[in-house]
């Protein structure tokens, strides 16, 4: 679940390297009362429902107010982004995970490198795709591919992936990302997603489902391709 992987960035600094190689840096509270403060929010935010985690914005954001300059603020910061992004507040989402830049130790995006700055990424896509800039938000979530920890991160972005594809109409970069989605599907959410991408695979134009079903037939292993090409004949 994202609390886990939230409280162990919290110890151990999770994610893979950023685009400068860099080594993946721990997200440590520099009191033990920030740590202890913000624990069990990440946890009920964790567990809890849409109305449940918005319900707690106003306690994340009295942790930022009360311990201003503390690394955990980074945290705390992309779960209200998150929490904007759900509302469609995309303007207020983007702030919040940018944070400043000039303060790299508290901003989720420019501080270091991690499972942190990964869902700070994967919030400024998903604002960018929701916003119709396609080519931008590809461009910015592709290197999150694989890489999320997460089941609830890897859906989000899974399906960013796929919903930016068809809206720049890359069509060959659509059905991969529905292949992928497909396959990442938690199994309680594999029959909501595949309904989904049935939904979605009408906007593809013909030919290039007939491309794609015609190189999975003849090429591609049955445990890589076949659920996605059964998709397709459907």
Known sequence: MLGMVLSSSMQLG???DGPRQEVPAATLGTSTQAEEALRPLVRRWT????????????????????HVGDDLVRL????????ALERGQLDEAGGLVRGREEEPQISPL???????????????GASERRRGEFDRALTRLLP??????????????????VLGAVGAKRWAAALFFMDVWQREAEPDRRAVVERRIRQLI????TSELLASLEQRVAGVPIEEGGDMARLLTQ
């Open 14 to 16: 999770c994610g893979a």
């Open 144 to 161: 999150l591919l694989h890489k999320m920890l997460d089941g609830f991160a890897t859906a989000l972005l899974d399906e960013e992936l």
């Open 76 to 83: 705390a910061l992309v779960l209200r982004g998150l929490n």
């Open 202 to 205: 009408s906007e593809v134009p």
């Open 47 to 66: 567990l809890g429902t849409t109305a449940e985690r918005q319900a707690l914005d106003s306690q994340l954001k009295t942790f930022c107010d009360r």
């Open 110 to 124: 420019f501080g270091p490198a991690g499972t942190t700055r990964d869902l700070a990424t994967l919030v400024l």
